[in-house]
């Protein structure tokens, strides 16, 4: 019997394929107004697996669409009665259930500055929802799963659905969106390819320590992961940019403390090579999750990727073999990823 966590897992692929059936309306309308302001910068407010979206949304429309993308601060609003100035913004606020205040305090703020507000929810009644003028609704149906992850990468999903229709040119925009359709099956070939071996995690069912390195659109991957890691294992999983790590954190490296490289060849990046042989140099165990030969053979334990996903989508693809291989440390360690201590399944932050 298969663990709920991974039943949420391997429904991806049609939740996906009903997204993009459903949700190019509600994202063309959206990006209509949105051209219509024309917005200098994008502001996204959220927690959790909706800020590691977010961190996506940084590349997505940054490279795609030239637009600026902060973070929100949410406590400046709730907290210190402080609004930063977002006439002049999209703002968009990411949660899967459209509850939390603070989340939403952006997004109402953003309004009654008269900036464009868009909310992507899974919950079309929610606060979040009532707060925007649009909503992409992300048709998920119910999450049973405490650690999320089809809503997450619904959630990417429509982030890209957004860019592409914000895409000024008639052909580029054709080509984006037929990349998007090909995506429900990109997945399903990710969760084809992924180890059948229960047994896979179990070297490193003793380790308390383990860092998620990657780069460039997948960054908001090596965060997801290290999120999945510690909910479900408890195991101290330390996000980094390839980048990052080597300007310091790289002196942690040695052969008691895994590293798992994200790497999709799309776009490959020289400092991730380097992190490969500093990790094989001290004696780190090397996950890869990877199209690359390079980091396959470097590796103790492999987590295959489909070969050639365009760039942008890439994180809606490579977070699927991260969400199975935490499932695999959960259990490896005694655990189930269904209902990890301490957490609800909708968090209220103010």
Sequence with gaps: MISTFEQEVREQPEVLARLLD?????????????????PDFVMIAARGSSDNAARYGQYLFGVQNRL????????????????????????????QSGQSPDVVAVVEEGRRQGAVTVALTNDAGSPLARAA?????????????????????????????L?????????????RWRELLELP???????????????????????????????????????????????????????????DLLHGPAALLDEELPVMIVASTARPFGDLDTVMRLARDRGAPLIALTDSPALRAA???????????????????????????????????GLTPD???GLSKVTLTR
């Design 22 to 38: 459903r949700g190019r309306a509600p994202a063309e309308e959206a990006a209509a107004a949105i051209r219509a302001h024309g």
């Design 133 to 161: 003028a649009f909503v992409l609704p992300l048709s998920v149906g119910t999450e049973r799963a405490v650690a999320a992850t089809k809503t997450y990468t619904a959630q990417l999903t429509a982030l890209a659905m």
């Design 163 to 175: 860019s592409a229709a914000l895409c000024p040119e008639a052909g580029e925009k054709a080509l």
């Design 185 to 243: 099956a990109r997945v399903g070939e990710a969760l084809a390819l992924q180890p059948t071996n229960a047994d896979l995690a179990a070297p490193f069912r003793d380790r308390e320590r383990l860092l998620v390195v990657g780069r460039g659109y997948d960054l908001a991957t090596v965060f997801e992961v290290a999120l999945k890691i510690k909910e479900t294992s408890y195991v101290s999983a330390d996000p980094y940019s390839s980048a």
């Design 68 to 95: 600026a993308v902060a973070s929100s601060a949410p406590s400046l609003i709730t907290h210190y009665g402080v609004a930063p100035r977002l006439g002049r913004a999209v703002v968009l606020g990411i949660s």
């Design 339 to 341: 209902t990890p201590r």
């Design 299 to 333: 590796a103790r334990v492999w987590l295959p990727l489909p070969s050639d996903i365009p760039e942008w989508l890439s994180p809606v693809v490579t977070i699927v073999p991260g969400q199975l291989w935490a499932q695999a440390m959960a259990y490896a360690r």
